[in-house]
């Protein structure tokens, strides 16, 4: 009987999960955990299969041809239903920026920026409750956390509100987040 109990229960743990609707960071079993008890994030090692493709961004180089950045950007599984939805990001929705070098030269096609090396992440979860209110990484409805590359597990930010919030200012009236760059959540 201990056998067969153990093959049941092994034939259980690895029933696959689909996803489906609602699910987000927080619940759904494809999905690490983003954030601990203390609100602490931190960059999901399974982000680029698991998350959907948001869209990318291109920072343009300062003088000349070409991009400085390329920001490549995904989005937990079910954000982009829910926003088409109601134009709001469900609490527990995940954001993860990946920001590259980029590198511009000539191509077939044109003169062309591409990514190079990874600079870090940048990774916001919705949080409308304020649920971690003693945290200075978590307001305006947000989770805020920047990653360096060299230490995906340590966060280097110190409060949202100098390292994060300025650069998302003029984007308050879409919920601090640049909607105008997916086409996903266009609508």
Partial sequence: MKILGAAVLTALVLLPVRWQPGMTATNDPKTETVVDAS???????????AYQSLGSWAV????????KEIHVVYASPGTIAAYGKNGHFADGSVLVKEVFEATTGAMTTGTVSHAQALKGWF??????????????LWGNG???????AANPSKTTSTDYKVDCLPCHEPARATDWIYVQGYPSLRR
């Fill in 123 to 136: 990774v916001l979860m919705k949080d409308s409750k304020n649920s971690h209110p003693g945290n200075k």
């Fill in 39 to 49: 609100g602490n994030l931190r960059v999901p090692g399974n982000y680029r299969t």
């Fill in 142 to 148: 947000w989770g805020w956390s920047w990653f360096d």
């Fill in 60 to 67: 343009a180089v300062d003088q000349g041809q070409g991009a």
